[in-house]
């Protein structure tokens, strides 16, 4: 039997992000793990992680391309930044698949890509056949997808809460805000001096105002959707919790429109997605109907009088927001059931 | 000396309000706690609440108004709504001061109140004579106020954010939208499944969207210091910690501005306010930096391209939002320094 | 294929027990879920319970015990203490299988039971064959058992920390202590004022000392497996987190042993124990290796000039402490393999 | 005015003690901060710690030790373990008082300084002169100090919820347990990997069992008090709070006693304590009781089958356990009320 499941690799367990992965492949029932490495730690990953001892035999190494290629037919990169656009041309070189996790093939201009992420972009020819990985918006591209950039979480909840108004009401918005709010797991994990415990318990604030990596990616796939340039402003906020990211989401018309059709728009939009959900009318999704799952829940209301639509969009930021959905699109390159190892 | 002091009195110390003032006023070189009381607890306080045992002699009794009148010169109402308008007219007629601390007598038009708080006002005359006790934009009216309505948090965070926009820029303002985030005793001390530990913990969620009865107050005096009606979109969120508030607020500009011109607006307009401090461009204020004291503290950014400037604005809920503002209110009616038992 | 599959009903919807017991039971391979109901909320499981959307058609209805022996072979109870009592004797008379996760047949002692939960017990013929569902310690029992009593959370991680121990060191062991630190969900989905968010949130106490209804559980179980009374000191704490129960056990000796004995003798024991974790020497558990999960992982240190044993011991109170070894009973008494929808 | 109060500098103000003390100053009566530096940051207070902004001009300095000569009267010094050594012999042979904040002369016997904290102590001569600073234990030795070696947070809340028993009882004493539970902020503001927020956030564990460098310190000033080695034994665990320590004292007897003589006992000898209070009977203290004061508050039981004494002990690590029992003392040594600047 295990002769037909994909063996499946993970680079890069030291963070967040791989562990989610590995957690969900670990009960995934057409994937064989196969190989995993992370640079910090090594190990048996039971001895590395206590969570999961008992559950698996798996040794974690240090990368070795080599290795990687001999022993899988899809890679999942959960590097830092930067580091995917190395190990990656190889691994496509080989023949292999790639889903990668990090930032390095959502910004389509190199040059975009330069000035938000600090790092020239060296890895032009798969940049360009890179697909972005929003089942909602690209899932024909995803099938034949061989390297799959997995977006940012932000932007999918706030793509997730714009799609169906910019595709659908495109002339009539005049500009778009996104409060953005996200838990801790978010910023990956560094030990860096503003995460510590009691500098963000008890606490609450904007950061990166105007200046956050994630608001060109949302920008460019709105804009692409749209097929014109929307006026986007994007503020993150840090919330006191591990997990989960809420956005509320102010779109401005230039036109009345109502809370029953802006509803309708949105539930009609998403009525056939198995990991969308809208709210009826007067009820606010709460991050804990989704953290720990792949959903993304929406709400939805109208300030008639002022033109305004308030879309309110949760993910858990490191499912749907990252492993989950990674391995959402894992699903769908594959011809897999979408929703295998997620529900 | 004792003889000097103001004798004040607190009613309604059940709820985080109260017990806020008297944790100020027991510190307070100016004051004499003569009476206190609550409607669910009696008996001495420091059996009531351990906290304070060792640190007074009071003893908290069933509210009596003729008691309240021999004792006190002063009285603090922090009472639930609908409950100050009977509780403020024998007092003020009895010739005492009064610092009402709740919504009952904010909104000037009684068929507004009528609306938000679902109740009847039956006390126009006083609804009409009562000052809105916000220093930073009625300091000249509080000096000689008899009853004082104490600003809701949100309104308080809102108002000294948006204030030296809307009247300095009131022409070149579109629209102004307010995401506001606050903790948790912001909703009162009442036994709420949606209040409960693991209901709020690990989650956020948007609340009252389009329906919290502070959004008028707001639009009220910002309205009167503007001089015109200005387009206003209130959002409220639930934060998982006990105090705190933050609003960003986004002012929509029908013309370019630049940041270090509203910089410099900002920084000008609070000069010589003891309690409102205006963080340095490309400085975020954290709620850290304000629970615990009577301080709003400002952040200012403006997304050029967007005309569209981005305020940040933190208050504690229960100091500069509730007992604090009510405090700086009854130093400035008694002519004391405005900072006296605040700093 | 659904035919073989066990059907399985849940009473209790409301509380967090008999949600967790639903979350695991969909994901069971083997069990088709065919009723569940509930006291305070009925209707569609997706629009009660928002995260549940979309993944079960489930409708939750008042409990009739007609339905529910039509429609199972196996009910769960998560109803309060007391309810079970009258629920559980038509369900077994059908021929149906309970599995109670209240504190009902706990307690074999109705002179006991009455005395800790201040109710009369008026089944005693049922209290007599419930078998205790504790695998570690009863699984040849549970095999046969048509009333299964699911242990307490605080006994279980109590008694596995204790176990090896009271059987193997009986007689060197002079008394022992229990501080037990658990999450507010160990409390039930009571709205109470003591468990409301500001008063939880930033704070930690004891509660019920000396007085806490899962102390005779625990003593009875360990008296039974020692073959003697045991001295025990239970103490238990809130810890102001949602799940989790950490518990450090003093096992006071009157004899000298060592680390390496006393940790052999441990790991020896639970060798086989799908669901039990030792830890090395010189590490020790956190909540976070087991919340979300089935297992229990123990910690061991020696005090040895003290001659005393120090265990730590922490278990998920709503998985390992209630909804998960329900499972784990339900799988051992079905033949199914003990870790079946638990890994 | 100003001539008469005492000119007093803090070093260490990088860390959350350092800034404790600041706080504390800055509002007490009789201190003129004259002084103030830290090692890794320097310039106006204000713009370091915003939350200081508009409440003092103070500028923060590297450390010179002949500066510190100059200014101060008193030194508080809230350096890192080890640095005090270096530190004091020059600023008591100017005649400067010093008041440590750190570990680095509590311990008497050099030897088991170099044990516990990895580093030879090269200060026999003030060591043996330096007073230990538990006002309730030593007040008549700490009037006289001019080299003040404050106590750490955890020996605070452990001795203060002993000494009575320890003292009277005795040869009664088989065994004393203290399972002690902290906030965060207990282990200094260093950036440690285990130490980040979604590291503690909603988790708990024990650490350095039987190796913390507490545990000879409570030894050695109990022992001293009894007049007898008391066989003793002490845990740490981390709490995911910000503030607050509470320990659970099991002094296990070799008779019997009644709750009512044990509380009895600790009432008597805390009457006259300013900053000790024992609650009645039946009452436990929490943290929310105690935080940001200068009180520890104790609770007690007696398991009267079990000859066991439960005494549970809350301060706020930061208050009690360090900045305000430093004040206490300063206040002590200075001839001041001994709650000025504290309540």
Redesign the interface.
């Known amino acids: 039997m295990k002769t037909n499941m994909i063996r499946a690799g993970i680079v890069g367990l030291s963070g ?1 992000t791989g562990l989610a992965v590995l957690e969900i492949l670990l ?1 995934h029932p057409q994937v064989r793990l196969t190989y995993i490495s992370a640079h910090t730690t090594q190990g048996p990953v039971g001895e590395i992680w ?2 999961l ?3 698996t035999d798996l040794t974690c190494e240090i990368f070795d391309v080599k290795k990687a290629i001999d022993q899988c037919e899809v890679i999942f990169l959960a590097v830092p930044h930067t580091s995917s656009i190395d190990i990656t041309p190889p691994l496509l070189q080989a023949g292999k698949t790639v889903i990668d996790l990090s930032g390095d093939y959502r910004l389509k201009n190199a040059a975009s890509y330069e000035k938000w992420y600090g790092h020239k972009h060296t890895d032009a020819k798969n940049l360009k056949s890179a697909v972005y990985g929003l089942p909602e918006l690209y899932r024909e591209k995803i099938k034949g997808a061989k390297l799959l950039s997995n977006p940012g979480c932000y932007p999918t909840a706030a793509i997730l809460g714009i799609l169906p108004t910019a595709t659908s009401m495109t002339e009539e918005i005049a ?1 778009i ?1 996104i ?1 953005a ?1 996200s838990g ?2 978010g910023a990956g ?1 560094k ?3 503003n ?13 990166k ?2 200046t956050h990596q994630h608001s060109p990616e949302i920008e460019s796939y709105l804009n692409q959707a749209a097929g014109k340039d929307l ?3 994007f ?1 993150a ?1 840090l ?6 990211i ?1 956005e ?1 989401i ?1 779109i ?1 018309l230039n036109k009345k429109t109502t809370a029953e059709k802006v509803h309708s728009l949105y539930s009609k939009f998403y009525k056939n997605e ?1 990991f969308v ?1 809208v ?1 009826k009318l007067g ?11 792949n ?1 993304c ?1 929406l ?1 939805i ?1 109208v ?1 008639e ?2 033109n ?1 639509i ?1 879309v ?1 969009s949760v993910i858990d930021n490191l499912i749907k927001g990252a492993a989950g959905q990674a391995v959402q699109n894992f699903n769908i390159m594959n011809g897999f059931k979408e929703t295998e190892g997620l ?1």
């Open positions: 967040y009960k206590p969570q001892a008992g559950r500009s805000i409060d709010k801790v797991s994990k030990t860096s001096p995460l510590m415990f009691c500098e963000v318990n008890d606490n609450f604030k904007a950061y105002v105007l006026t986007l402003t503020t906020h919330l006191p919790i591990n997990k989960g809420l509320t102010y401005q198995p959900r709210r009820a606010q999704p709460e991050l804990k109907d989704v953290v720990d799952t959903f829940d709400g209301a300030n009088a002022g305004l308030i309110t529900l």
